[in-house]
């Protein structure tokens, strides 16, 4: 059986192309099994951009709540 953390993993995975064109990433930290909350790190260009919580919101944090329903939030350490 696959993991919690393996498929957010994937999902990561398939939308770290988009945040590389824009020179960002992002790196999957911990899945909090209690409150649904993923933690991340942002990387590169992510870290100091200006629509940093509108991608982790509407981007990063939807897609991984569609795909997984045990997702609740998306958090930036």
């Known amino acids: ?4 953390e393996q498929q957010i993993e994937e999902v990561l995975r398939q939308i770290r192309p988009a945040l590389r064109s824009d020179g960002g990433g992002i790196e999957f930290m911990k899945f909090d099994h209690e409150t ?3 933690h991340v790190r942002m990387q590169g260009a992510c870290v100091d951009c200006p629509m940093l919580q509108i991608t982790l919101k509407t ?4 897609t991984l709540k569609e795909a997984i329903s045990e997702v609740k939030k998306v958090v930036v350490e």
């Open 1 to 4: 059986m696959v993991s919690i």
């Open 36 to 38: 649904g909350v993923v």
């Open 59 to 62: 981007g990063i944090e939807s």
